[in-house]
């Protein structure tokens, strides 16, 4: 996962972060497992500590990565149905973190205690589906295939 996080930052031009950085993100992160009661994956929370932006970040593919304070869970952030019956069964558990090009589609990971925590799911797209089992897969095709993503 670390040589993942460092592909990360270097393509969302993020630096590493110092330790007063890391000790906001962590709070923001705690926060986040509090107020939505969920666990998040510890590859996904290694991300979010070591190299996700501060603030909104576009990246070459026109992927828009979300700082920790705009992580959202489905519920919250999309009012349409989900057609995935995997994702809708457990809607809440499921936080959004980046999105394309302005919310044409966004992706989710799965932050529940089941079978499919961990996994990537990308809602808005034709059609909803799980497209990832993993933060750290989703990370490495998105810098070697990101169409394979959409």
Known sequence: MEAV?????????????GPD???????????VEQDYQ????????????HASPTDQAWDDEM???????????????YDH????????????DWLFFADFSLWCWAWAICCGDGED???????GGSPDRV????????????LSDP???C
């Not at 149905?81 to 809440?92: C, D, G, L, M, T």
């Not at 089992?133 to 095709?141: C, L």
């Open 5 to 17: 996080q460092a592909k990360l930052a270097a393509w969302l031009r993020t630096g590493s972060p």
């Open 21 to 31: 950085e890391r000790q906001r993100r962590e709070l923001a992160i705690q926060k």
């Open 38 to 49: 969920l666990s998040l994956p510890e590859d996904f929370r290694l991300y979010l500590l």
């Open 63 to 77: 992927v828009i990565w979300w700082p920790i304070e705009r992580l959202r869970n489905i519920p919250d952030e």
């Open 81 to 92: 149905p989900i057609a995935e019956p995997r994702i809708a069964s457990q809607a809440s």
């Open 117 to 123: 925590r961990g996994a990537i799911g990308l809602i």
């Open 131 to 142: 497209v990832a089992d993993s933060f750290s897969e989703f990370a490495d095709r998105h």
């Open 147 to 149: 169409n394979s993503l």
